[in-house]
């Protein structure tokens, strides 16, 4: 039977190789191995940088391409003895042994020399770590436009694991008492060390659905009442912003292009118990120019992204994103925004947002269109849309009144994905 530490190596290859995202690859592993991989994986991605830059330290040369699964056997055990329990013979044992099945001897005894010496370094290797930048060189032009103290506590956010958020259907106070939680600002419940989401109280009677903070707040601006409001949620799975408009009223049409993922969200809305929402198939560019002219009254465009600003939950996006996915999604964002008026009565709303750190897809992408469209303009979001249950310690509006949240806002509860909102009116 194949090692475990192989079938992580060749996980993790695939991600930083093939750009493949983890969740992608879980299957793979049984329900009772999950754990493990799951702690090990996410824990070597995020010091991935400094993991590759203690081991190449004790590397006289370059590991050959064609044995390049010892490189990663060897950082995964480099991981594993600095920040897991693992008896630390039984990682360097089965790791030597590893390399030696998947390569060749010499590299065996090679990874036997460099593992043996990591226990007794461990505090000074830890130390070291706090001087190498953990963001990868290929990433940091995702940043650009960021002050040199935001990008450092941008970096150091990597370090602090999301916990679970909650958007509830109602009574966000009592639930946050029933489930012993976090009440943050905005309503969202916020727990730490969940139990599998499934034996969580309310699930079964669909009384909450998983959406990170900053997630829910492009319909939490839109306001409570939407009863009679016809809304076209564009790239709507897996559902979280459309459960949002079905629990306040809203006519929903919820566009994917992908089936697959609508019907996730179908599943979702029917545990929810909103069964009266409208599901379309279809891209979202192809739905923005051959529906009705003028029949929406709210577009809400939650636009395909870089997705840059999820690092924490998916620490390999900063090894497999870079300033060129950046591009290429903006000019799709900017296709779809150039097309929302058509469909958007006059006066109606357009809520653009992504989960993307980068500028280019959020404040520059929106000046740029408010300078070509010159009948839409925007809506300032008022603290108070955003804060029913206290202030939130940091500034999430722009001087724009734009909506720029990023991972280290609110740090003393554990941070938030980073998202771009803006709120706009069509004047003409």
Known sequence: MQSLRIKAAQTLQSILENKIFFGELKKQFSEKDLPFINMLILTTLRHYTMLQAVTNSFLRKKIPHKHRIAEYLLILSVSELLFMKTAPYAVIDDTVNNIRQTTDRFLGGLANAILRK????KENLLKNFEKINPLPADFLPVLDGYTEHEKKQIAQSIFCPPPLDLTVKKNAKEWANKLNADLLPNGTIRLFDAPKVQQIEGFSSGDWWIQDAAASLPVQILGNDLRGLKVADLCAAP???TAQLAARGAEVTAVDISADRLKTLQENMHRLGFDNIKTLAVDALDFLNNSPEAFFDIVLLDAPCSATGTFRRHPEI???????????????QKQ??????????????LVYST???????GELQISDFLREHKNFRRIPVASEEISVFGSWPDNLITTDGAIRTLPFFASEKNGMDAFFICKLKRII
Do not use: F, T, W, Y
């Not at 990591?118 to 370094?121: G, K, N, T």
């Not at 994103?321 to 000019?331: H, L």
């Not at 779809?336 to 709303?349: N, P, Q, T, V």
């Open 355 to 361: 989960c993307s750190i980068a500028k280019a897809e």
């Open 239 to 241: 559902g979280g912003k």
């Open 118 to 121: 990591i226990p007794s370094r």
């Open 336 to 349: 779809l925004l150039d097309k929302c008026h058509r469909i958007l009565k006059s006066d109606g709303i």
């Open 318 to 332: 900063l090894h497999i994103k870079n300033r060129q996915d950046v591009v290429q999604q903006a000019a799709l």
